[in-house]
């Protein structure tokens, strides 16, 4: 089992930047393949970057740019720093343990874009 705890989401300006934190539980992340995902109500949850173990990342097309998807393999962590974040950045963001197998969320983190 292996447990997913994401931070760092909130309330931004049009523009502003947030930075969200997922750390992971056991002793292998520098193995995992790990990605954020947002979901909006009413749309399918969809994946916004991944990172695997070596380090190679990959951006949805919403994201390229603006977003960059990190690890902390010594701290067990992923980050995503979100810049030039637009209202349409508004939605539930999650972590989650794409590979090896089995996959994990965690819980989610709200991230809302408003002035």
């Known amino acids: 089992q292996v447990q997913l705890v994401e931070s760092g989401g909130g309330l931004v300006q049009p523009g502003g930047s947030l930075r969200l934190s997922c750390t992971a539980s056991?002793?292998?992340?520098?193995?995992?393949?790990m990605g954020w995902y947002r979901q909006t109500p009413g749309k399918q949850r969809e994946l916004v970057a991944s990172?695997?173990?070596?380090?190679?990342?990959n951006y949805a097309d919403s994201a390229k740019g603006r977003f960059t998807i990190s690890r902390d393999n010594a701290k067990n962590t992923v980050y995503l720093q979100m810049n030039n974040l637009k209202p349409e950045d508004t939605a539930v963001y999650y972590c989650?343990?794409?590979?090896?197998?089995?996959?994990?969320w965690g819980q989610g983190t709200q991230v809302t874009v408003s002035s």
């Open positions: 989650r343990k794409i590979y090896p197998f089995p996959q994990y």
């Open positions: 056991g002793s292998i992340f520098s193995i995992y393949s």
């Open positions: 990172i695997i173990s070596g380090g190679t990342a």
